[in-house]
Nanobody, 123 residues
Framework: VQLQASGGGLVQAGGSLRLSCAAS????????MGWFRQAPGKEREFVAA????????AHADSVKGRFTISRDNAGNTVYLQMNSLKPEDTAVYYC?????????????????WGQGTLVTVSS
């Protein structure tokens, strides 16, 4: 499974960005995809996740109401719409995919990772 993330960049506080993650390869067994982020000097943290088949989602409390995860009809591309961005959202954002029993916020259960895309929010 290969994951290609894109869409990061520099934006002012209050602005918006949309991240994309395209999955390819042997993705038939993948049933969940998600976004995590890692800020400098901090541990990687869960942002949002989505079921490929049902579209069921989960979002971290810190981004609820501002970020929305979604997928295309085929479930091969996942998006993260980020609105009302804050400087504390600055981080490298990673796309993840896995074959997991339930939608998880634990990064250790996701077996596939993209290369990361940098989001910088200026104040």
């Amino acid at each position: 499974v290969q994951l290609q993330a894109s869409g990061g960049g520099l934006v002012q506080a209050g602005g918006s960005l949309r991240l994309s993650c395209a999955a390819s390869g042997s993705i038939a067994s993948i049933n969940a995809m998600g976004w995590f982020r890692q800020a400098p000097g901090k541990e990687r943290e869960f942002v949002a996740a989505i079921r490929r088949n049902t579209g069921f989602t989960a979002h971290a409390d810190s981004v609820k109401g501002r970020f929305t995860i979604s997928r295309d009809n085929a479930g091969n591309t996942v998006y993260l719409q980020m609105n009302s961005l804050k400087p504390e959202d600055t981080a490298v954002y990673y796309c993840a995919a896995g074959s997991i029993g339930s939608l998880s916020r634990n990064d250790k259960v996701y077996g596939h990772w993209g290369q990361g895309t940098l989001v910088t929010v200026s104040s």
